[in-house]
């Protein structure tokens, strides 16, 4: 009989298959072109099969695959090739039953031949996703269908023809089972009466390894498992990463995905066509359509419920102040063991866990060693215990722990507290250390975990003063911690005791919320406890003694989004009568006699009167200051300052006078007023150096901490009377103006222009002054904070030693006519324009002289009058001494000496003559003095010391008196210059005693 039977669709042959099928998404067309000859009962079939566009799930073979096709008494071979690599080759016996085969679809590889009863097998590269659409549904339980399914699968197996029966060995890489990542399975499989054996298994992830055995009845009513694991060089990190763990949200992503049903896709929504797909639906009646819009907006609802409810906790969880959990590390060894019925999820399990830990790191936390011994029983979890190692410190965690009970102990021994620094929900100007020892007991359910214990820390510090005691007592109970604490700062000390309520939900799953979120904490303390100062400020203010009294109840409202504060009430009093509070910062007197009430009313602080007494000078505070919420004051905080004298270590020293308002609120204090600082000065690197303390926020500093809470506010600063800018022995200046302060320490930002009225730079052997004709300026701008632009011109002398075949005249000193060859002085004016900020003016000047080298011609430019280069001038104003260190002049090198010693010792003395007495010059220093015996050799000379008073009546005139103090009987010399251009310059000179000299002088430069 002739048959050709057209091309049908797949999906039409699998229809009335059964339920086992469902899961199978079958596409493509098949064709058969052949005869059928024979009977019934023994048919013989030849001819030609062709399978186009043949898809199975995700699988797609080649376009066409085509081959003959053959049955008969024998038995079946089929023989079917595709266009490019896939093909299907099978060969059964006279009872269907495979006795080889060998098929290629895309990657996917598979041979068998037949041995007896055993049909061996080899596959390789079958991607086990695939495996789970041929399972019928229900057959799986929910635990195991609902987790994601992949992996590459490879391995011999031989199978029992007689009962179906499996058995053999698998490697699967890449394996993914739900949330669990492996790099490579392998082991030894049994299948057999529904039953699967795992044995001599082995999983790698990264450098860690898994062995495992266990045998399992996945399908039917209820399922089975049995199964034992060992950890072989496990690493925390492999195992995190294995689970797709990274922050600790993810745990929570891994408990939600365990625990949650099976799910399917719009795919899997097979819907029936009943062949009128073009007749519209009929309309649905009013009442019938507003029921549907009212249950489409109540699931809409309930999907915003459950989003904002894993908002929660996922803020909860971000909320906890501890590291990614990508930056664990450690070893861990041990093994697990579980079984029972997968039925009912992990309710039906029993297990059991050994595990042990070494060097664990996680963050900033570190453990020696970690034991974990523990059982599950019916879904209650039994820890026996958990121990925590690190040093001498240990924590131990027993109990049992389910549902709908927990029962537990936790205790502390001797564990260092710096360990849990940032588990302390305190600022980062707290600093805790010593060592907790505490014991609590555990209860409650899942809901409301409970907790009632004490602690006791030993060999106690705080920013590291030391605590005599320390010790708390604590309930947790319906997400609400309530405590109370006392401590003595001092051996038989005044106690400090603190007592409060903190709402806090455990960032666990199922946990319940607090009933509300109120906060309320009390403290009290008198006299020596106030020497919690000490501690607060980084021993900055230091509590020397007084009577004080601190009773305060502060009442606030915690945001549960935020966990911040959203509102803050203070009721309570501060007194303090006769208190001495001393400073590191300024040790030299402590602020004294400080006497004053504080009221604290609700929500703000009345300062009714706070006065003390400090440097010779009186503070006076009073005012209001808001504690949480920003509210206009009609009576602001005020300061009032009367003639303090301030000495800042290495910093700043002067008179204070002002006033000053403390705005915004007692959280966020804001300075802002008026203040005056007369007779004194500032160190430029001091402030630099203080200013890299505070923002360090060491020990010897501020305490960036605290300080950062204080923000200036246009705060006027005025200089008065001769303020002075000094970085001694390379510059000093006195400074008068008025600036504007903004900004936090230690960002600040200034704001003016300081007039430099006078002063000195020292330059080598030099010393300059300002000129009084320009206006020298020091520029502060929030961009360079306290680094003020120094826009100057200065003006020095340097004496020039000529020898000439002619007598002349010295410029200061016109003393009597030399034979040829004798050598004069000459006076040279050097000018300074500097143009840099103070701190990179310093550090040019101290490179200049520490090296010898030029300054920075960028900050510094020099020129001079008669003109001279600029490596001619550094030559002079290193003085002769560099020259005659190499020249091997002893007169010079004396002179050198002697300049370099008389710019150190009489430097001071020079300048308080010069501002005395108005002079442009006042300079004491070695000078040439010509021999005039006529029997002594015409070219000798002596080294004398001379002095010289001049003043600069005009641009280009001045006068000038000289005087040699050695050696003796030397008259005096009065000076007139006038420099008519560049080139002449005309000198005049008398000493009273009939030796009068004139000389017009031209001058040029080759």
């Given at each position: 009989l002739p048959l050709q039977q057209g091309v049908q669709e797949l999906q039409q042959f699998i229809a009335p298959l059964p339920e086992a099928t469902e899961q199978v998404a079958l596409a493509g067309s098949v064709g058969f072109v052949g005869n059928i000859q024979g009977t019934l009962r023994s048919p013989q079939v030849s001819g030609t099969a062709s399978l186009a566009n043949i898809a199975l799930n995700r699988w797609a073979l080649d376009p066409l695959i085509t081959g003959p096709v053959r049955l008969d008494a024998s038995g079946t071979t089929v023989d079917l090739q595709g266009s490019a690599s896939d093909r299907i080759q099978l060969a059964l016996d006279n009872r269907y039953l495979p006795t080889g085969f060998d098929v290629q679809l895309q990657e996917l590889k598979a041979t068998g031949s037949r041995e007896g009863n055993l049909l061996k097998t080899t596959v390789a590269h079958v991607p086990i996703q695939e495996f789970r659409s041929l399972i019928p549904p229900g057959l799986l339980p929910p635990l195991i269908a609902a987790q994601p399914l992949a992996g590459d699968f490879s391995g011999q197996v031989d199978v029992n023809l007689s009962n179906w029966g499996l058995a053999g060995t698998v490697e699967i890489a890449g394996l993914k089972v739900g949330p669990l990542q492996a790099e490579q399975f392998t082991g030894g499989v049994q299948y057999i009466d529904g039953a699967i054996a795992l044995e001599g298994a082995e999983l790698r992830t990264g450098e860690t390894l898994y062995l495992f055995s266990g045998r399992a009845i996945p399908f039917g009513p209820d399922p089975q498992v049995q199964a034992e694991a060992e950890i072989v060089n496990g690493d925390l990190k492999d195992m995190l990463a294995a689970l797709e763990i990274a922050q600790l949200s993810d745990v929570l992503q891994l408990t939600r995905t365990v625990s949650s049903p099976a799910t399917g896709s719009a795919a899997d929504l097979v819907t029936v066509g009943v062949g009128q797909s073009q007749i519209p639906l009929p309309p649905q009646p009013e009442s019938d359509a507003a029921e549907a819009d009212s249950q489409e907006?109540?699931?809409?609802?309930?999907?915003?419920?459950?989003?904002?409810?894993?908002?929660?906790?996922?803020?909860?969880?971000?909320?906890?102040?501890?590291?990614?959990?990508?930056?664990?590390?450690?070893?861990?060894?041990?093994?697990?063991?579980?079984?029972?019925?997968?039925?009912?999820?992990?309710?039906?399990?029993?297990?059991?866990?050994?595990?042990?830990?070494?060097?664990?790191?996680?963050?900033?936390?570190?453990?020696?060693?970690?034991?974990?011994?523990?059982?599950?029983?019916?879904?209650?979890?039994?820890?026996?215990?958990?121990?925590?190692?690190?040093?001498?410190?240990?924590?131990?965690?027993?109990?049992?722990?389910?549902?709908?009970?927990?029962?537990?102990?936790?205790?502390?021994?001797?564990?260092?507290?710096?360990?849990?620094?940032?588990?302390?929900?305190?600022?980062?100007?707290?600093?805790?250390?010593?060592?907790?020892?505490?014991?609590?007991?555990?209860?409650?359910?899942?809901?409301?975990?409970?907790?009632?214990?004490?602690?006791?820390?030993?060999?106690?510090?705080?920013?590291?003063?030391?605590?005599?005691?320390?010790?708390?007592?604590?309930?947790?109970?319906?997400?609400?911690?309530?405590?109370?604490?006392?401590?003595?700062?001092?051996?038989?000390?005044?106690?400090?005791?603190?007592?409060?309520?903190?709402?806090?939900?455990?960032?666990?799953?199922?946990?319940?919320?607090?009933?509300?979120?109120?906060?309320?904490?009390?403290?009290?303390?008198?006299?020596?406890?106030?020497?919690?100062?000490?501690?607060?400020?980084?021993?900055?203010?230091?509590?020397?003694?007084?009577?004080?009294?601190?009773?305060?109840?502060?009442?606030?409202?915690?945001?549960?989004?935020?966990?911040?504060?959203?509102?803050?009430?203070?009721?309570?009093?501060?007194?303090?009568?006769?208190?001495?509070?001393?400073?590191?910062?300024?040790?030299?007197?402590?602020?004294?006699?400080?006497?004053?009430?504080?009221?604290?009313?609700?929500?703000?602080?009345e300062v009714q009167e706070l006065t003390g007494q400090f440097g010779g000078g009186a503070i006076a505070i009073a005012g209001n200051l808001p504690t949480f919420q920003r509210t206009p004051q009609a009576n602001p905080l005020t300061v009032q300052m009367q003639q303090l004298n301030v000495e800042l270590r290495g910093v700043i020293e002067g008179i204070i006078d002002g006033q000053v308002q403390v705005l915004g609120t007692a959280l966020a204090p804001e300075v802002t007023g008026d203040v005056g600082v007369s007779n004194g000065e500032v160190q430029l690197l001091g402030v630099a150096g203080l200013t890299s303390k505070v923002a360090g926020g060491d020990g010897d500093g501020l305490g960036g901490g605290l300080t950062s809470l204080v923000e200036l506010r246009d705060l006027k600063i005025t200089l008065t009377n001769d303020f002075i800018l000094r970085q001694f022995p390379i510059l000093e200046f006195a400074a008068r103006g008025s600036l504007t302060v903004n900004g936090v320490l230690p960002n600040l930002e200034p704001q003016g222009e300081i007039d430099l009225t006078r002063g000195y730079l020292n330059l080598f052997t030099t010393q300059f002054r300002l000129d009084g004709d320009y206006l020298n300026q020091a520029l502060l701008s929030p961009i360079t904070g306290l680094d003020p632009f120094l826009d100057m011109r200065l003006i020095g002398s340097v004496l020039e030693t000529e020898r000439r075949a002619f007598a002349v005249e010295s410029a200061n000193a016109e003393v009597a006519d030399q034979p040829t060859n004798v050598g004069s002085l000459q006076s040279l004016q050097v000018i300074a324009e500097v143009q840099a900020s103070a701190f990179q003016l310093i550090e040019t000047l101290r490179t200049s002289q520490r090296q010898g080298l030029s300054p920075n011609n960028r900050l510094i430019a020099l020129s001079s009058s008669p003109r001279r280069s600029e490596t001619e001038i550094l030559a002079l104003m290193g003085g002769t001494f560099v020259n005659s260190v190499a020249g091997g002049d002893n007169t010079a090198l004396v002179g050198g000496l002697a300049n370099i010693a008389g710019s150190a010792l009489f430097g001071d003395i020079q300048r308080t003559v010069s501002d005395t007495f108005g002079l442009s010059e006042f300079r004491i220093f070695p000078a040439q003095v010509i021999n005039t015996d006529e029997d002594a050799d015409s070219s000798d000379g002596t080294l004398g010391i001379a002095v010289e008073l001049s003043k600069t009546v005009a641009d280009r005139a001045s006068i000038s008196v000289f005087q040699f103090l050695t050696p003796a009987n030397q008259p005096p010399r009065f000076n007139i210059r006038y420099r008519i251009d560049e080139n002449f310059t005309l000198r005049g000179s008398t000493d009273l005693e009939g030796d009068d000299r004139a000389v017009l002088e031209y001058e040029v430069r080759f």
């Amino acid at each position: 009989l002739p048959l050709q039977q057209g091309v049908q669709e797949l999906q039409q042959f699998i229809a009335p298959l059964p339920e086992a099928t469902e899961q199978v998404a079958l596409a493509g067309s098949v064709g058969f072109v052949g005869n059928i000859q024979g009977t019934l009962r023994s048919p013989q079939v030849s001819g030609t099969a062709s399978l186009a566009n043949i898809a199975l799930n995700r699988w797609a073979l080649d376009p066409l695959i085509t081959g003959p096709v053959r049955l008969d008494a024998s038995g079946t071979t089929v023989d079917l090739q595709g266009s490019a690599s896939d093909r299907i080759q099978l060969a059964l016996d006279n009872r269907y039953l495979p006795t080889g085969f060998d098929v290629q679809l895309q990657e996917l590889k598979a041979t068998g031949s037949r041995e007896g009863n055993l049909l061996k097998t080899t596959v390789a590269h079958v991607p086990i996703q695939e495996f789970r659409s041929l399972i019928p549904p229900g057959l799986l339980p929910p635990l195991i269908a609902a987790q994601p399914l992949a992996g590459d699968f490879s391995g011999q197996v031989d199978v029992n023809l007689s009962n179906w029966g499996l058995a053999g060995t698998v490697e699967i890489a890449g394996l993914k089972v739900g949330p669990l990542q492996a790099e490579q399975f392998t082991g030894g499989v049994q299948y057999i009466d529904g039953a699967i054996a795992l044995e001599g298994a082995e999983l790698r992830t990264g450098e860690t390894l898994y062995l495992f055995s266990g045998r399992a009845i996945p399908f039917g009513p209820d399922p089975q498992v049995q199964a034992e694991a060992e950890i072989v060089n496990g690493d925390l990190k492999d195992m995190l990463a294995a689970l797709e763990i990274a922050q600790l949200s993810d745990v929570l992503q891994l408990t939600r995905t365990v625990s949650s049903p099976a799910t399917g896709s719009a795919a899997d929504l097979v819907t029936v066509g009943v062949g009128q797909s073009q007749i519209p639906l009929p309309p649905q009646p009013e009442s019938d359509a507003a029921e549907a819009d009212s249950q489409e907006l109540d699931l809409e609802r309930l999907s915003e419920i459950l989003a904002l409810l894993d908002q929660s906790q996922q803020d909860s969880i971000n909320a906890l102040p501890l590291p990614p959990l990508k930056f664990v590390r450690g070893g861990i060894t041990g093994k697990l063991s579980i079984g029972g019925s997968l039925k009912n999820g992990f309710d039906g399990l029993q297990g059991e866990v050994n595990l042990q830990g070494e060097n664990w790191q996680w963050g900033n936390y570190v453990a020696d060693r970690v034991t974990i011994k523990g059982n599950l029983q019916e879904g209650i979890v039994a820890i026996q215990p958990f121990e925590l190692q690190t040093g001498e410190g240990t924590i131990l965690l027993s109990g049992v722990f389910g549902a709908d009970n927990i029962n537990g102990q936790v205790q502390i021994t001797d564990f260092p507290i710096i360990t849990l620094q940032d588990l302390i929900p305190l600022p980062p100007a707290i600093g805790f250390g010593g060592q907790i020892n505490a014991t609590a007991t555990l209860a409650g359910d899942r809901a409301n975990p409970q907790m009632l214990g004490r602690v006791n820390i030993t060999d106690a510090n705080i920013n590291d003063t030391p605590i005599d005691t320390a010790t708390a007592n604590f309930n947790y109970n319906k997400s609400v911690l309530r405590f109370g604490a006392r401590s003595t700062l001092i051996e038989s000390g005044t106690p400090l005791t603190l007592t409060g309520r903190i709402p806090y939900q455990l960032p666990i799953p199922g946990t319940s919320p607090p009933p509300d979120y109120g906060v309320e904490v009390s403290a009290n303390l008198k006299n020596d406890g106030l020497a919690i100062l000490n501690i607060i400020t980084h021993q900055q203010l230091i509590w020397q003694g007084g009577d004080a009294a601190v009773d305060v109840k502060l009442v606030g409202q915690l945001d549960p989004e935020t966990q911040r504060l959203a509102a803050l009430i203070a009721d309570g009093e501060v007194r303090i009568a006769d208190g001495v509070v001393g400073s590191a910062l300024l040790p030299e007197e402590p602020l004294t006699n400080i006497n004053g009430y504080i009221h604290l009313d609700f929500d703000q602080i009345e300062v009714q009167e706070l006065t003390g007494q400090f440097g010779g000078g009186a503070i006076a505070i009073a005012g209001n200051l808001p504690t949480f919420q920003r509210t206009p004051q009609a009576n602001p905080l005020t300061v009032q300052m009367q003639q303090l004298n301030v000495e800042l270590r290495g910093v700043i020293e002067g008179i204070i006078d002002g006033q000053v308002q403390v705005l915004g609120t007692a959280l966020a204090p804001e300075v802002t007023g008026d203040v005056g600082v007369s007779n004194g000065e500032v160190q430029l690197l001091g402030v630099a150096g203080l200013t890299s303390k505070v923002a360090g926020g060491d020990g010897d500093g501020l305490g960036g901490g605290l300080t950062s809470l204080v923000e200036l506010r246009d705060l006027k600063i005025t200089l008065t009377n001769d303020f002075i800018l000094r970085q001694f022995p390379i510059l000093e200046f006195a400074a008068r103006g008025s600036l504007t302060v903004n900004g936090v320490l230690p960002n600040l930002e200034p704001q003016g222009e300081i007039d430099l009225t006078r002063g000195y730079l020292n330059l080598f052997t030099t010393q300059f002054r300002l000129d009084g004709d320009y206006l020298n300026q020091a520029l502060l701008s929030p961009i360079t904070g306290l680094d003020p632009f120094l826009d100057m011109r200065l003006i020095g002398s340097v004496l020039e030693t000529e020898r000439r075949a002619f007598a002349v005249e010295s410029a200061n000193a016109e003393v009597a006519d030399q034979p040829t060859n004798v050598g004069s002085l000459q006076s040279l004016q050097v000018i300074a324009e500097v143009q840099a900020s103070a701190f990179q003016l310093i550090e040019t000047l101290r490179t200049s002289q520490r090296q010898g080298l030029s300054p920075n011609n960028r900050l510094i430019a020099l020129s001079s009058s008669p003109r001279r280069s600029e490596t001619e001038i550094l030559a002079l104003m290193g003085g002769t001494f560099v020259n005659s260190v190499a020249g091997g002049d002893n007169t010079a090198l004396v002179g050198g000496l002697a300049n370099i010693a008389g710019s150190a010792l009489f430097g001071d003395i020079q300048r308080t003559v010069s501002d005395t007495f108005g002079l442009s010059e006042f300079r004491i220093f070695p000078a040439q003095v010509i021999n005039t015996d006529e029997d002594a050799d015409s070219s000798d000379g002596t080294l004398g010391i001379a002095v010289e008073l001049s003043k600069t009546v005009a641009d280009r005139a001045s006068i000038s008196v000289f005087q040699f103090l050695t050696p003796a009987n030397q008259p005096p010399r009065f000076n007139i210059r006038y420099r008519i251009d560049e080139n002449f310059t005309l000198r005049g000179s008398t000493d009273l005693e009939g030796d009068d000299r004139a000389v017009l002088e031209y001058e040029v430069r080759f």
